[in-house]
């Protein structure tokens, strides 16, 4: 390997770098807004829908959700603007608007120099944004060690899970009660397309699980109310673990409502004639 060989091999690592600090930084901001839910007491499976939500997001878009939740100060939130810019100009433009130096050997250590200083300042911001991360992995006492090794011991990175996206109104062609693997009883909806949905924080989640049919606990209150039309199964939330799913149908709504994080989810079928739990 000639000189010249030497130095384009520098550029694409060092370029590579950069990238790789680049998707560090991003998936950060992400675990930071997936963090930021355990105050919600989320579940699993909501966990796994959240990332899946959020990974399709783009960096526009989870920059505005973290501006929401106010962890970051107005300085670092600068950082995090010439973060963004510097990153689409390295994603979407670099090679093109770099050509002609590094076509010309007499220029290409520019490159280098350039691509160094990005990789300080994504290291600067990534040390802030890993701090921000601790702040809420001891609030809400994350174990993220045994995350880790859960992870690694599955000798391969698992593909991310995909979950279908609701619509504002969804129709319901079951609901029952269900024992799950803690022993207690949660809703089971049913939707239209067959896919099973539970309760959470936002209203219905994904139940990713199997069903098993002699777990199942039919609800008389809305035995022959099939299908519910009109149902919205993410409504407007003022108090996360207290609020109502109507289920528009003949008046009946579901009340869900859970004294803290850690607390069982009480919930109940109401009607005008009859009260189920």
């Not at 919600?40 to 939740?69: A, C, V, W």
């Not at 490159?111 to 802030?128: A, C, H, R, S």
């Not at 035995?223 to 799913?245: A, C, K, S, T, V």
């Not at 607390?263 to 009859?274: A, D, E, G, Q, V």
Request: charge should be negative.
């Amino acid at each position: 390997m000639d000189e010249q060989d030497y130095i384009v091999r520098e550029i694409f690592a060092y370029y590579g770098r950069a990238m790789y600090l680049a998707q560090v930084i991003e998936k950060g901001i992400l675990s930071i807004l997936l963090f930021n839910q355990q105050k919600f007491g989320i579940t699993k499976t909501r966990y796994d829908e959240f990332l899946y939500e959020k990974s399709s997001m783009t960096f526009g878009q989870l920059k505005r959700e973290i501006k929401e939740i106010r962890c970051f100060s107005e300085s670092e939130l600068d950082f995090i603007d010439k973060f963004h810019e510097k990153r689409d100009f390295l994603a979407h433009s670099y090679w093109w608007e770099r050509t002609v130096e590094f076509c010309d050997e007499n220029l290409q250590t520019k490159l280098l120099n350039e691509l160094d200083e990005l990789t300080v300042f994504f290291n600067m911001l990534n040390g802030i944004v890993e701090n921000k991360s601790k702040l809420f992995i001891e609030g809400y006492d994350l174990d993220l060690e045994k995350i880790s090794k859960d992870i690694l011991a599955q000798g391969e990175t698992v593909p991310l899970e995909t979950f279908r996206n609701l619509k504002k109104n969804e129709i319901v062609i079951d609901l029952f009660a269900y024992k799950n693997t803690e022993n207690t009883q949660i809703p089971i909806f049913q939707l239209e397309d067959s896919s099973f949905w539970t309760v959470c924080e936002i209203g219905l989640t994904q139940y990713k699980f199997k069903v098993i049919p002699e777990n199942k606990i039919n609800l008389k209150a809305i035995e022959g109310l099939y299908p519910i039309n009109q149902f919205n199964p993410r409504p407007n939330i003022i108090n996360p673990w207290n609020y109502e799913l109507d289920l528009k149908r003949k008046g009946l709504k579901m009340v869900i409502s859970r004294e803290n994080n850690t607390s069982p989810m009480i919930w109940k079928i109401i009607n005008t004639l009859i009260t189920n739990t």
